[in-house]
């Protein structure tokens, strides 16, 4: 049983992540045009509420370690898990911007702290031939977590926004009890101290993807916070049309790693990520081009997979790092992914509030993608080995 150790892990940080994340970051795009219209935020406030999360995120990412030296790892993820739970259920409270941003903002810490330490150990305790689907499971909760919210949000719309917001929490209540299972006490949930002898990373590769990973998080925020948003009021599609979007990126948010685990075991790991990167960069830019149904459609497909090259960048910095380094290495993803997304989570709202132009977010995020793709390219000299 214990060389199946990872598939219960990888299993039960899907579910988590499918509840903080899924459900937790990604139902607030569903709801923003429902929260504008019932008048709990402002059209700006909707959007910096999308960057307190952010901020959370980086404040969960520059905690983890000090954490990790003080609490038991099945404790932090555990108590991470519980507390996302917590902040879905008080979303449903019409307590104002504060109130909101205060619980987004918790919500940003504890989906750091899950995706560091689930990546990690999953990583870690993953044999090879299986690290890629380790990754792929994890990130598919996720997408399933996108997709239930882009069904619910929109049906319980009618029946208000507390409505909405309960679902969401409902749904949420068995993500977490499958949480918990994946996360209780095992042998295995201990990673060695890194050594200077058995912590290894291969530079400068590690760097330029630590970049690409960064651009990556930066591409993904005006679809993530406005996407919906410019379906419903910006083309004036409504909100049942926009949640049928949503829903849409939330199906193919869980195929996207399955099809990612397939696309690096035809070409590795390295080439698999820069063409994510390429039809990620071609299909977040294409809005600002056009509103057509071909590219709406194109674009939330594109957009919905993108959990497929989170997995890929996971398990690209496996090939580039010992298990012992892996602790260490989620961390610096997740903190320059964190400091990327902080950035472009107040960047966007400010420059829409001053533009008013959805495509012109699309645009400059379909350029970030596209820089990314062109770090992240395998180098003479980087290891191929996934």
């Known amino acids: 049983m214990v060389e199946r150790e990872w598939l219960r892990l990888a299993i039960g940080s899907a579910a988590a992540m499918l509840l903080a994340m899924g459900l937790?970051?990604?139902?607030?795009?569903?709801?923003?045009?429902?929260?504008?219209?019932?008048?709990?935020?402002?059209?700006?406030?909707?959007?910096?509420?999308?960057?307190?999360n952010l901020a959370g995120f980086l404040l969960g990412a520059l905690s983890a370690e000090w954490l990790r030296q003080k609490l038991s790892l099945r404790f932090v993820v555990r108590a991470s898990i519980w507390i996302s739970a917590l902040a879905i259920g008080a979303s449903a409270i019409d307590g104002g911007f504060y109130w909101l941003a205060f619980w987004r903002g918790l919500l940003g810490v504890?989906?750091?702290?899950?995706?560091?330490?689930?990546?990690?150990?999953?990583?870690?305790?993953t044999p090879?031939?299986?690290?890629?689907?380790?990754?792929?499971?994890?990130?598919?909760?996720?997408?399933?977590?996108?997709?239930?919210?882009?069904?619910?949000?929109?049906?319980?719309?009618?029946?208000?926004?507390?409505?909405?917001?309960?679902?969401?929490?409902?749904?949420?209540?068995?993500?977490?009890?499958?949480?918990?299972?994946?996360?209780?006490?095992?042998?295995?949930?201990?990673?060695?101290?890194?050594?200077?002898?058995?912590?290894?990373?291969?530079?400068?590769?590690?760097?330029?993807?630590?970049?690409?990973?960064?651009?990556?998080?930066?591409?993904?925020?005006?679809?993530?916070?406005?996407?919906?948003?410019?379906?419903?009021?910006?083309?004036?599609?409504?909100i049942i049309v926009g949640g049928l979007y949503w829903s849409g990126a939330g199906m193919c948010a869980v195929l996207g790693p399955v099809v990612a685990y397939y696309l690096a075991r035809w070409l590795g790991t390295g080439w698999a990520l820069v063409i994510a990167f390429l039809l990620l960069s071609a299909g977040i830019a294409a809005p600002a081009f056009g509103s057509g149904i071909t590219i709406l459609v194109?674009?939330?497909?594109?957009?919905?997979?993108?959990?497929?090259?989170?997995?890929?960048?996971?398990?690209?910095?496996?090939?580039?790092?010992?298990?012992?380094?892996?602790?260490?290495?989620?961390?610096?993803?997740?903190?320059?992914?964190a400091i990327g997304a902080l950035v472009a989570g107040f960047s966007f709202p400010a420059l829409f509030d001053l533009t008013q132009n959805y495509g012109l977010l699309f645009a400059v995020a379909g350029v970030a993608m596209g820089l990314g793709a062109i770090l992240s390219m395998p180098r003479h000299g980087c290891p191929h080995l996934t």
């Open 24 to 52: 937790g970051r990604f139902s607030y795009t569903a709801m923003v045009p429902l929260l504008i219209e019932a008048d709990w935020v402002s059209s700006s406030e909707a959007g910096f509420v999308g960057g307190v």
């Open 128 to 238: 090879e031939r299986y690290r890629s689907l380790g990754t792929a499971i994890i990130f598919a909760g996720v997408g399933l977590g996108i997709f239930i919210s882009g069904a619910l949000v929109p049906w319980f719309a009618r029946f208000g926004v507390v409505a909405a917001w309960m679902g969401v929490a409902v749904v949420g209540g068995a993500a977490l009890l499958i949480a918990l299972w994946g996360w209780r006490q095992p042998r295995t949930f201990y990673l060695s101290e890194p050594t200077s002898n058995g912590s290894k990373v291969t530079q400068p590769y590690w760097a330029m993807l630590l970049i690409a990973h960064a651009l990556f998080s930066i591409g993904l925020v005006p679809h993530a916070i406005y996407w919906v948003d410019f379906i419903a009021r910006g083309l004036g599609h409504g």
């Open 298 to 337: 194109g674009s939330t497909v594109i957009f919905g997979a993108q959990p497929g090259l989170s997995a890929l960048i996971a398990a690209r910095a496996r090939d580039l790092g010992t298990s012992n380094a892996m602790p260490a290495m989620m961390r610096q993803m997740i903190l320059v992914n």
């Open 110 to 125: 504890t989906v750091a702290l899950i995706m560091i330490f689930g990546l990690a150990l999953t990583t870690a305790l």
